[in-house]
């Protein structure tokens, strides 16, 4: 499935709207929100259909993950949005994570673990807001300008000692490059749950944190959490991927980015792609390939790194950025 | 005091809602402190012991308790402590009423997250490393790592 999904789950007593952007959507938040009351009105009627009472308006169909088998329920399922409980303790498992790559459904999951082995962005984790008898989804984790997250009430230009990123190869290079010197030193985390790790090993540290919102999911709350604790001390800054950064700069001429830029859901196949982040790599690679600027993941080409494709690669981010020498 | 062991935790009842499904009395709902916690997370009114009164979903019996509500009560009702739950099915509105139920005696919960203690001190131990925390930056970066 690709594109947005709007919802509309009601029975007498509850109304739920929504809508879901993208493969996996998360839904945590305070308890008595009705998490639990929606995630029954889909099993009920998963079970008995319109005899349930229960209306669910949407373009697919709607289904509860009920079934303790839940490998051979899943096998049995597509085209659907999957709604799970958080008592399925097989969420947190790679098993599950491998059992959903690559299927054509929509995932909304109740649970509050971060759920490691899944690439889920931090735009999709979602409380349940509630008006009388009316409820919708709120995102939990607010973008700012330069789609940085603070839990601080204001913001300001980061001043880091260090560039933390997650990546360890050609995005890691580009910030390497960038920061030539000056005072800021790059360094990598190699790893989403090694960004967390780098944090804590160096509490002193003014940190930017800059990694690939598109499957931060997992992290950000402890990541934030920190980000709170430290208050000042570290910025975190979530873009959909580097490889989203580089199609947003303009730099590399391919047909129809910019109208993919605008709304990529539209073209992002679940059952092809785990995560936006692995569609806007793949996009890269083959909007590229075949030219001088052919574009790797494994190591930064020469091109990228010219002082005038660096600066405006980064362009969207820029405005909370430490300082380069060479702004 | 309270004891979190963060993380994975094999011992522990994951799904709380089937265990107190199958667990609980009409006693536990009758208690005064069931009350408090079902009418400040739930918003709910305890009308009789089976029966509860929801702003959203009308009359309901205390199978329809939110999760987190129902985990508290496991708690509350395990004095022995001889099981540990899965807390993480509480959300930061439960916190308050996990640090009370831990005033009086020893509890042991797990947690799957950084569930939201608030800005105020408290004490807790970090089982999986035995450092006591006393408020949340310090359970930030005692626990962090293993969630």
């Known amino acids: 499935m690709k594109g947005r999904i709007d919802i509309r789950v009601s029975n007498s007593r509850a109304s739920f709207r929504f809508t879901l952007n993208r493969n996996i959507t998360v839904v945590r938040g305070d308890s008595g929100t009705g998490k639990t009351t929606l995630y029954e009105m889909i099993a009920e009627h998963t079970r008995l ?45 790679r098993g599950f994570a491998s059992a959903i790559q690559k299927t054509d459904n929509y995932y909304v999951i109740f649970n509050r673990e971060n759920l490691h082995e899944l690439p889920y962005s931090v735009e999709e984790i979602y409380e349940i807001r509630t008006s009388t008898r009316y409820h919708t989804l709120k995102k939990i984790y607010q973008r700012r300008e330069g789609y940085v997250y603070s839990q601080a009430r204001t913001q300001q230009k980061a001043r880091a000692d260090v560039l933390l990123t997650e990546d360890s190869h050609a995005g890691y290079q580009f910030y390497q490059r960038l920061y030539e010197g000056t005072a800021v030193r790059c360094e990598t985390a190699k790893s989403n749950s090694g960004v967390y790790t780098w944090l804590q090993d160096h509490p002193e540290q003014n940190v930017f944190v800059m990694a690939d919102g598109a499957a931060f999911g997992s992290e950000i709350d402890r990541v934030m959490k920190l980000e709170k604790q430290r208050a000042g001390r570290i910025t975190v800054c979530l873009p959909e991927s580097f490889e989203w950064l580089i199609l947003k700069s303009g730099l590399i001429p391919i047909k129809g980015v910019e109208k993919m830029l605008e709304d990529p859901g539209e073209q992002i196949e679940s059952a092809k792609f785990f995560s936006w982040e692995r569609f806007f790599e793949d996009y890269l690679i083959r909007g590229s390939a075949g030219t001088y600027y052919a574009y790797s993941k494994g190591r930064l080409l020469p091109f990228y790194a010219v002082r005038e494709n660096l600066n405006r690669i980064i362009e969207s981010v820029a405005e909370h950025m430490p300082e380069t020498a060479h702004e | 005091m309270l004891n979190i062991y963060f993380g994975d935790m094999p011992e522990a009842i994951y799904n709380t809602a089937v265990f107190f499904k199958n667990t609980y009395k009409d006693s536990w709902i009758a208690s005064p402190l069931a009350a408090e916690m079902i009418a400040d997370v739930d918003r709910s009114r305890v009308v009789t012991p089976q029966i509860i009164e929801s702003p959203v979903l009308g009359m309901i019996t205390p199978l329809q308790l939110s999760g987190g509500v129902k985990t508290l009560l496991l708690i509350a009702n395990d004095k022995s402590g001889k099981h540990v739950f899965n807390a993480s099915t509480c959300g930061d509105n439960c916190a308050k009423w996990i640090l009370r139920l831990a005033q009086s005696r ?15 001190t408290f004490k807790a131990k970090v089982l999986n490393n035995g450092r006591i925390v006393r408020n949340m930056r310090e359970m930030v970066e005692a626990a962090g790592q293993y969630v």
């Open chain 2, 106 to 120: 020893k509890v042991v919960i797990n947690l799957r997250h950084l569930m939201d203690f608030g800005d105020d």
């Open chain 1, 49 to 93: 259909g319109k005899a349930s009472g229960v209306e669910i308006a949407a373009p697919c169909p709607c289904v509860a993950l009920t079934d303790m088998d839940w490998q051979n329920q899943l096998g049995h399922t597509r085209g659907s949005v999957v709604f799970i409980d958080e008592g399925a303790d097989y969420l947190a498992s």
